[in-house]
């Protein structure tokens, strides 16, 4: 297949562009940079079949020769991104979104929307199930990411009902592993950071909120199944093993055998309580479901971050 990655140079994005490779297809990574490590496709650079263009979608999606499939993933993703650039962020998952869909419209391709579990919002029904409009927020900070992903949903769908596009929508839950920025901002790459430099784990709010991590591996296998059909979704793609921020703390001491302490810090507005994923759709209509457990797929972050920061007082486990 050749295959179109919007935000391939990014934390998710390379994953896929990988794994899109290694079984033959031809990608073309799209990315403007904003928030992607340009050292997550260097080792791609050289590979046959593998284009990268530098380019803004909001602006414009044009790819020279054939397309069978669009993976849309270019967005900011982690709050203090997008809190940095709300009006890209509007625009990429909105004028972005249907720049993507045209693309795959003109070439009768799939389309693979990354969509996320922020469409829940601060949800009143747990676990989170597909048929769960959501509790969002329409002018809070995280608005501007939510409702984007929301009308990027809508659009999907639209194309779908009235042009006949071959759409599907994943709704992404917390995703972590190598590639992650060190200071992006989220909670598992800061507080691996924070442990290998021996600085206090910061915690906001009393963390006892609970998220659910998928490690990266598993969504890129799910990613790919989902490209590979005409299910229109959507579909909850997150490892439904729940923790608190609390839990992933102490779990991130006990795994980097740091002895780092806790600063409680405040809650950002409209943190949400509690997410946890239903999947038992993707699992019967992908066949997919998580294999690496939070405790394995730490180690090999971890294992990762050792060489990209600084370290401080790091005691071996
Ligand atoms: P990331 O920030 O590492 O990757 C996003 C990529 O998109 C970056 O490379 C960035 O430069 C690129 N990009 C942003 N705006 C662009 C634009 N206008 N034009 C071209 N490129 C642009 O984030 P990620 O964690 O890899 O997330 C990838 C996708 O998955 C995003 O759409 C995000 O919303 C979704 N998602 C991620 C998670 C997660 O936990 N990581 C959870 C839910 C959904
Ligand atoms: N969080 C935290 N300390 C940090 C960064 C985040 O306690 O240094 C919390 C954050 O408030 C949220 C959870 O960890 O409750 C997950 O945050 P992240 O930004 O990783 O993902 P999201 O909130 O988008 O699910």
């Known amino acids: ?7 391939g140079a990014g934390f998710i994005g390379s994953h896929l562009c990988d794994a899109l490779l290694s079984r033959g297809d031809t990608v073309w990574c799209v990315d403007n940079f904003c928030t992607a490590q340009p050292d997550n496709i260097a080792h791609l650079m050289d590979v046959p079949g593998f ?13 020279p020769g054939s397309v069978d499939a669009v993976a849309h993933l270019a967005s900011p993703a982690s709050p ?12 990429v998952g ?8 045209r693309l795959a419209h003109e070439h009768r391709a799939r389309f693979v929307l990354a969509s996320t579990s922020e469409v829940y919002g ?24 939510d409702e984007a992903k929301r009308f990027a949903e ?5 194309y779908r009902r009235r042009l006949g596009v071959n759409t599907g929508v994943l709704r992404i839950f917390n995703t972590y592993g190598p ?34 991590f998928c490690y990266v591996d598993d969504l890129v296998r799910g990613i790919v199944a989902m490209l590979d059909t005409t299910e229109p979704g959507p579909l909850n793609l997150g490892n ?73 007082e790091r005691v071996e486990a």
């Open 1 to 7: 297949m050749h295959v179109v990655v919007t935000g």
């Open 51 to 63: 284009r990268r263009v530098r380019a803004d979608v909001s602006d414009g999606l044009d790819i």
């Open 80 to 91: 203090p991104d997008y809190d940095r650039m709300p009006l890209e962020t509007l625009a």
């Open 94 to 101: 909105s004028r972005g979104t249907e720049n993507a869909l």
């Open 122 to 145: 601060d949800p009143e029904v747990h676990p989170q199930h597909e048929d769960y409009w959501g509790h969002v927020n329409p002018v809070g900070p995280r608005s501007v990411y």
């Open 154 to 158: 809508a659009l999907s769908a639209a």
């Open 179 to 212: 590639r992650m920025r060190p200071y992006d901002g989220r909670v598992v790459s800061t507080f691996i950071r924070q442990a290998l430099a021996g600085a206090p784990l910061t915690i906001y709010g009393d963390g006892r909120q609970t998220r659910s």
């Open 240 to 312: 439904p093993s729940e923790r608190t921020v609390g839990e992933l703390a102490d779990l991130v001491l006990a795994v980097t055998g740091s002895r780092s302490g806790i600063a409680f810090r405040p809650l950002p507005v409209d943190d949400p309580a509690r997410r946890r994923p239903v999947i038992e759709r993707a699992r019967e209509r992908l066949g997919w479901s998580p294999r690496v457990t939070l405790e394995d797929g730490l180690r090999y972050t971890v294992a990762w971050f050792m060489n990209r920061v600084p370290h401080g």
